[in-house]
């Protein structure tokens, strides 16, 4: 037996299979760039954190490869008769010094073919980056030591090799025998002083600043103390021909 055919209940079924309203949409609109929004902040955080980690390691690695070599510097510095060992404080902003001047065994061959070993001039000095507004590079200049040269002529540009950049500041601090801290130090003979000793520091300690975010005002310091062996052991000569 056949049905019959209800064309009502057929448009009653079409009737029933509703779509969204616009509210509905605009609704889910919103809470999907709700979700968005807040995974793009969670992402932009953690790719925040691992740049800055990033950033801070090569800070880390720059200050660790420029410490060593300060440290082989002058932890192998000599009084030699023509060469004085010369120093100043610190140095920050716009500038342009020499901030260390002396005789050293640790010069640096990097030709063994053309070049000889022996003992270097080292010469530090600090200039503002070309390439970092506001930043300090820091140069290092090694030069065979030649008795009876002239120590104090001007070092050629190419000479000059860079040590470490980034920097916001660069300091030295001088330490006698008896444990004084000494922001200079010169052994050049001064005039009304001729019976002035000429002597190396004990240690030096050396700080450097960097730079972390320049709008931040934000840095990172290092430092560490380095003992000079010729200055101790010339202290203590001197002190025990004092007693």
């Known amino acids: ?44 955080g953690s790719m ?10 090569d800070i880390y690695y720059r200050a660790r490869i420029a410490m060593q070599r300060i440290s082989d510097d002058l932890g192998s510095a000599v009084l030699a008769d023509d060469v004085d060992f010369t120093g100043t404080g610190q140095e920050e902003g716009e500038t342009r010094r020499e901030l260390l001047r002396f005789a050293s065994m640790a010069h640096v061959v990097f030709v063994p073919e053309k070049q000889l070993p022996g003992m270097g001039l ?15 590079v820091l140069l290092r200049s090694d030069r065979l030591y030649r008795p009876g040269g002239k120590s104090g002529q001007e070092v050629p540009a190419t000479d000059w090799f860079l040590l470490c ?21 010169d052994t050049r003979k001064v005039a009304g002083e001729p019976d002035r000793e000429r002597r190396l520091p004990a240690a030096v300690t050396c700080r450097l600043e960097f730079w972390l975010d320049r709008k931040e005002e934000t840095s990172l310091s290092f430092s560490t103390t380095v003992l000079l062996p010729a200055g101790v052991i010339h202290a203590e000569k001197t002190a025990a021909n004092t007693r």
């Open 122 to 136: 080292i010469r530090y000095r600090i200039v503002p980056d070309r390439d970092r507004d506001g930043m300090l």
């Open 1 to 44: 037996m056949r049905m019959p055919w209800r064309s009502g209940g057929g448009l009653c079924m079409v009737r029933g299979c509703r779509g969204f309203t616009l509210l509905e949409i605009l609704l889910a609109m919103v809470v999907l760039a709700l979700v968005v929004s807040m995974i793009a902040v969670a992402l932009s």
């Open 165 to 185: 950049d980034r920097l916001r500041s660069v300091r030295f601090t001088y330490i006698d025998r008896k444990g004084q801290e000494h922001a200079q130090w």
């Open 48 to 57: 925040q954190v691992i740049d800055a980690t990033e950033e801070q390691g």
